[in-house]
């Protein structure tokens, strides 16, 4: 079975610092993917970012970095100098088959974000 | 190029009625899949639909129904509605199956049962 976990329900930061989002996931499988959706107030999840397994390269865009690392099982995501709009719910996501090839993604709870002016 | 569309984004029922959610996936979109989404259970799974088939489907009771046309565009049902079933229900697309494609989400609708 698939389980993601994000064990920061609530994070607040003043604008400018910078703010990790914990993920950590569970699956049998060697093939998968991990990825990372922002909720907005509006509630349409937008999507940020797909790793899969094998890359454990991490990934700079902008403010935002990612750090995915399979010996701590681990994908954590870096908002660097925040700002008021990053203030949302954000959703760590983990892709992968279930039996009889079936595949879905399994979201973790989510850590809401909000940046403070 | 227009994203996922659900209509109607707010809708008020009642215990005891049916309802039906409708899901236009981006254009060349082939899979389209649909979330439940609650305070207290996050994000679920409900079902993926591909090639007008249901591929897969979460651990929601029979209840909960859903179909794809050859257009793509989805719809989802749910009967004998209860106050539980409350939630965003967000439909999302993908250009094809698998965790290699990523999931694109339209802004959901708002179901609230009284």
């Known amino acids: 079975a698939q389980k993601v976990t994000q064990a920061q329900t609530e994070i607040s930061v003043v604008e400018k610092e910078d703010v990790t989002l914990d993920c950590v996931y569970e699956t049998r499988d060697t093939t998968y993917y991990l990825f990372w959706y922002k909720q907005p107030p509006s509630g349409e999840l937008v999507f940020l970012i797909r790793?899969?397994?094998?890359?454990?390269q991490n990934e700079i865009s902008g403010r935002y970095s990612w750090n995915f690392q399979k010996s701590t099982s681990s994908f954590n995501f870096t908002i660097t100098a925040s700002q008021v709009v990053d203030s949302a719910v954000y959703f760590c996501a983990l892709g992968a088959y279930s039996g009889a090839g079936s595949y879905q993604l399994t979201f973790g709870k989510g850590t809401k974000l909000s940046v403070i002016p | 190029k227009a994203g996922v569309t659900q209509t109607p984004r707010y809708l008020i029922k009642t215990r005891g009625q049916q309802v039906t959610l409708s899901c236009s996936p981006i254009s060349g979109h082939r899979s389209v899949s649909w979330y439940q989404q609650t305070p207290g259970q996050g994000l679920q799974f409900l079902f993926e639909y591909f090639s007008e088939t249901q591929r897969n489907k979460g651990n929601f009771p029979g209840r909960f129904s859903g179909r794809q046309f050859s257009n793509s565009r989805s719809e989802m049902n749910v009967s004998t509605l209860e106050l539980g079933d409350s939630a965003l229900y967000l439909c999302?697309?993908?250009?094809?199956?698998?965790?290699?494609?990523?999931?694109?989400f339209g802004p959901g609708t708002r179901l609230t049962v009284t």
């Open positions: 790793r899969n397994s094998f890359d454990e």
């Open positions: 999302a697309s993908s250009l094809d199956r698998g965790p290699s494609y990523e999931q694109y």
